[in-house]
């Protein structure tokens, strides 16, 4: 991942991280539930963002590599990978 696209994902998990502590916070205070559900909504979808970044710089670096190498091990090794974190998205 080249730092550009890492700063700009530190700075989205930074703005992710106080919006959980301000749902922390919602629930300390007794806060209406769906005021807090729309806040983890918020969070989900932020979350969203950053794992879909991550994935396509994945797949413009580690899996690019793979492929131009011409290794087939290490092709399915960096597919296998990409299976096994799609499958557990799913439990």
């Known amino acids: 991942m080249d730092q550009k696209n890492a700063k700009a ?3 989205r998990l930074s703005r ?3 919006q959980v502590r301000g749902v922390g916070q919602m629930v300390t205070d007794g806060r209406y539930c769906i005021d807090i559900l729309h806040q983890i909504h918020a969070i989900k979808a932020a979350l969203a963002i950053v ?3 991550i994935l396509k ?3 413009a670096c580690c ?3 793979a492929i131009a190498s011409g290794d087939a091990a290490e092709q399915r090794k960096k597919f296998n990978e990409l ?3 799609f499958a557990k998205a799913k439990l």
């Open 63 to 65: 899996v690019e590599d």
């Open 57 to 59: 710089s994945h797949a």
């Open 9 to 11: 994902l530190r700075s």
């Open 83 to 85: 299976v096994e974190i």
């Open 51 to 53: 794992e879909t970044e």
């Open 16 to 18: 992710i991280e106080g």
